[in-house]
């Protein structure tokens, strides 16, 4: 027999896809997931730095822990490095395979049909048709409800006509054995001459062990500029690295009648720090409760689900998509003046206190006090943005 009748399909077995499969099958409904990957735990390149309230969301294991952060020393363009620091533990180094294999265990356990190995690839109406990834049987799965959790290059976007993210940043890392500055401390590089649009990263995973990267918004010279990173670093090209791609800028439509994408598949990511642990941590638990509602047909999961992740996390991304713009258009040495702002000792103190890599709009919105960042900012931006920029900040 070569259909299946369910009443969830999950498409995707990272973070987003457990989690939202875990709360389908919870709740009392047939939950089938699948992944392309022999071990679906595997992830791609990520940097695995989420903040303490983001761990607690995700209800994982403390063993996938392997480091604590309390401070980060900054690398401006041009100029002194300074440091950020603080008494608490601001965030956690993780273990992303042990995280998603976690995870998957807890979804496991509450019914989920876990089904490796296995794709997506032809749409009939509102059923899917699946194979087996190196050959194999193929499958027509008929679900009430599908949730695409399959990343950036997602298969239920593509095949149910949804829209993609606005933009992709493509992101190279390594962990390698290296001298970190201080075990508790990240360090970021900023500049066009390394992660033009975005940064570079320095996170240690333990006592002279780290993960270093960037993320740029221009792909093609990836690995040049990964180069220049390990140069300014001192470090010699490592054995092997991972490369990837982080969709940021949420689509119009991220669902459609019974189907819903979630996590990198939705955009579902901090445009200012590529992170997509935070935002899943609340919508993935929201596609699943949107998919419980509309498995009785009463109720349309799509727009239920995409009313609640807008309200809840939506529109906090869409205003640090405004700050990403920024970033993409100023200079390094106005780059390099606004950083150094940050380091002022009544700025550097809140960032002590009240610091989040979670939620850095406030910071922007603090920063915009200050009649000198609206000029070194406005002054480089088009008009129509600079206004914007001007309304939203000030």
């Not at 100029?79 to 265990?105: C, H, M, P, Q, T």
């Not at 709009?361 to 009649?371: G, R």
Request: aromatic share 6%; proline share 5%.
């Amino acid at each position: 027999m070569d259909e299946i009748e369910t009443d969830v399909l999950v498409v995707g077995g990272g973070p987003a896809g457990a989690i939202a499969a875990e709360v389908t099958s919870a709740g009392g409904a047939d939950t089938i997931l699948i992944d392309k990957k022999e071990n679906p735990a595997r992830s791609s390149a990520c940097g695995g730095l989420v903040s303490v309230d983001t761990w607690e969301r995700l209800g994982a294991k403390d063993e996938a822990i392997v480091n604590d952060i309390s401070g980060v020393l900054v690398h401006p363009p041009d100029g002194d490095d300074f440091e950020l620091s603080s008494s608490e533990v601001k965030a956690y180094v993780i273990d992303r395979d042990r995280l998603n294999a976690d995870l998957l265990a807890k979804a496991e356990d509450r019914g989920v049909r876990i089904r490796p190995r296995t794709g997506v690839f032809q749409r009939r109406e509102s059923a899917v048709r699946t194979k087996s990834i190196g050959g194999g049987g193929e499958k027509t799965i008929r679900p009430k409800v599908i949730i695409g959790a399959d990343g950036p290059k997602s298969d239920v976007r593509r095949l149910f006509d949804l829209k993609s993210p606005s933009e992709m940043l493509y992101a190279i890392q390594s962990e390698i054995e290296m001298e970190v500055y201080s075990n508790d401390y990240v360090e970021v590089f900023f500049g066009n001459a390394i992660a033009p649009g975005f940064f570079g990263w320095i996170i240690p995973t333990g006592r002279n062990k780290a993960r270093i990267g960037l993320a740029t918004v221009k792909g093609d010279k990836l690995t040049d500029f990964f180069e220049r990173l390990l140069q300014k670093v001192g470090i010699n090209s490592p054995d092997s690295v991972q490369t990837g791609v982080i969709p940021i800028g949420i689509p119009d439509h991220s669902a459609a009648g019974n189907v819903l994408t979630v996590g990198d598949a939705a955009g579902q990511v901090k445009p200012t720090t590529g992170g997509g642990l935070y935002p899943i941590s609340i919508t993935a638990e929201l596609a699943g409760k949107s998919a419980l509602k509309g498995l009785d047909g009463k109720v349309s999961p799509s727009n239920d689900y995409h009313r609640e992740w807008m309200k809840r996390v939506g529109e906090e991304l869409k205003r640090e998509m405004l700050l990403h713009r920024i970033l993409e258009v100023v200079s390094d040495d106005n780059l390099s003046r606004l950083l150094r702002l940050l380091n002022r000792p009544n700025l550097a103190d809140w960032i002590a206190d009240n610091g989040d890599i979670d939620h850095l709009y406030p910071l922007a919105k603090k920063m915009a006090k200050n009649p000198l960042v609206m000029t070194t900012i406005v002054k480089q931006l088009p008009g129509e943005f600079a206004s914007e920029v001007k309304k939203e900040l000030t």
